[in-house]
C-alpha cells in the first residue's frame, strides 16, 4: 500500500538529487581528458605558434623569428620544428599531455610541426585545418589595354 510519507517529497526534488550525482562524474572525466590547442600560424615570412587552454588563456607563445632566425630563414620548416620544440617544452613543464593542431595559412613548416609535436610525447587528439579560404574573393584588376 501507499504511505504518506511516500508523497512528502516531491518528484523534482527526488530527480534533482539524483542529477547532482551524474553531474559530479560528467565533470570529472571531463577534467582528466581535457586537452590544450596549439594554434600555429604558417605565413610566407614567419611561423607563429600560440598555445592556449580550452578558455583561451594563453599559455605559452614561440616563433621562427623567436628562437633566434632572421630575414627569410625565419619561414623555413627548420625554424618551425625548433619554434614547436621550444613551446613543447614550456607546456610540457606544466603538465600537458593532450593536445589539439589548429593550423591556419600555407607556410612550410606545417607538418614538421606535428612531427616535432609527437616526438616531445604529446598525444595529439586531433588536427584542423583553419586555413581561410577565399569563396570567389576580391574583383580582379581591369585587364591592360595595349
Known amino acids: 500500500m501507499l504511505s504518506i510519507e511516500n508523497f512528502k517529497k516531491s518528484p523534482t526534488q527526488h530527480n534533482k538529487r539524483r542529477n547532482k550525482k551524474t553531474r ?9 581528458w581535457a586537452s590544450h590547442l596549439f594554434h ?3 605565413s610566407a615570412n ?4 600560440v598555445v592556449t587552454d ?9 616563433s ?3 628562437v633566434g632566425f632572421k630575414g627569410s630563414k625565419r619561414s623555413t620548416a627548420y ?14 613543464s606544466k603538465g600537458v599531455k593532450y593536445i589539439k593542431i589548429l593550423i591556419k595559412g600555407l607556410g ?6 606535428a612531427k616535432t609535436l609527437r616526438s616531445l610525447g604529446f598525444w595529439i587528439c586531433s588536427i584542423k585545418e583553419n586555413t581561410p579560404l577565399p569563396h570567389n574573393g576580391c574583383r580582379p584588376p581591369k585587364k591592360r589595354r595595349l
Open 79 to 92: 625554424a618551425a620544428q625548433l619554434a614547436a620544440e621550444t613551446c613543447g617544452r614550456k607546456v610540457q
Open 64 to 66: 621562427g623569428g623567436m
Open 24 to 32: 559530479k562524474n560528467r565533470r570529472y572525466k571531463r577534467k582528466k
Open 40 to 42: 600555429i600560424n604558417c
Open 108 to 113: 612550410k613548416g606545417r607538418f614538421s610541426i
Open 46 to 49: 614567419n611561423t607563429k605558434i
Open 54 to 62: 580550452r578558455k583561451n588563456t594563453i599559455i605559452a607563445t614561440s
